[in-house]
T-cell receptor, first 115, second 113 residues
Framework: AQSVTQLGSHVSVSEGALVLLRCNYS??????LFWYVQYPNQGLQLLLK??????LVKGINGFEAEFKKSETSFHLTKPSAHMSDAAEYFC?????????????FGKGITLSVRP | ETGVTQSPTHLIKTRGQQVTLRCSSQ?????VSWYQQALGQGPQFIFQ???????GRGNFPPRFSGLQFPNYSSELNVNALELDDSALYLC????????????FGQGTRLTVV
């Protein structure tokens, strides 16, 4: 069984400030981990994924995330927020074999960016 | 743009009716998964199809059913619609199950009144 916990439903930062969105996961099998972004009335866009290579993963739009097995965490960061980063962010986990390959999502975090 | 297209983009149905949603997968992908995203929630897995066979199902009742066609496009059918079925329905295509990358369509917004 797999699950994802995203702490807090809303994060607000100033433009240029550090963005930190937290994600903790639970998985009975070695996981793949993902961060997706969703803009209003749109589908999900993949920001980055962890597949067991480097534990520090770089994604699009300046985002990165670090896989920490000991903490079962996969937090998303960006050094300097832009107004265009305002969106909903979802952390997701999946297994690595066919039977476990469905994505299990957290509830999402709304990121607001203040001018 | 992912190459995954869903139709229609929006529709309104009456409680008790039936609805069919469609998804065209990205070229080269043979796996399609469907998710339901209620307002303010994360997507929930409905089921997955791989090479025209169901390959896993989430905690949804049998009135949610699906098909995958030889060209790997897919349909999601929902019978006896309930008000709680109002949601954004997302389709994701990927390579074989276990491939760690899924591409999502824009979704179909279903409103049941």
């Amino acid at each position: 069984a797999q699950s994802v916990t995203q702490l807090g439903s809303h994060v607000s930062v100033s433009e240029g400030a550090l963005v930190l969105l937290r994600c903790n996961y639970s998985s009975s099998v070695p996981p793949y981990l993902f961060w997706y972004v969703q803009y209003p009335n749109q589908g999900l866009q993949l920001l980055l994924k962890y597949t067991s290579a480097a534990t520090l993963v770089k994604g699009i739009n300046g985002f990165e995330a670090e896989f920490k097995k000991s903490e079962t965490s996969f937090h998303l960061t960006k050094p300097s927020a832009h107004m265009s980063d305002a969106a909903e962010y979802f952390c997701a986990v999946s297994g690595r074999t066919g039977a476990n390959s469905k994505l299990t999502f957290g509830k999402g975090i709304t990121l607001s960016v203040r001018p | 743009e992912t190459g995954v297209t869903q139709s229609p983009t929006h529709l309104i149905k009456t409680r008790g009716q039936q609805v069919t949603l469609r998804c065209s997968s990205q070229s080269g992908h043979n796996t399609v998964s469907w998710y339901q995203q209620a307002l303010g929630q994360g997507p929930q897995f409905i089921f997955q199809y791989y090479r025209e066979e169901e390959n896993g199902r989430g905690n949804f009742p049998p009135r949610f059913s699906g098909l995958q066609f030889p060209n790997y496009s897919s349909e999601l059918n929902v019978n006896a619609l309930e008000l709680d079925d109002s949601a954004l329905y997302l389709c994701a295509s990927s390579g074989a199950p276990g491939t760690p990358e899924a591409f999502f369509g824009q979704g179909t917004r279903l409103t049941v009144v």
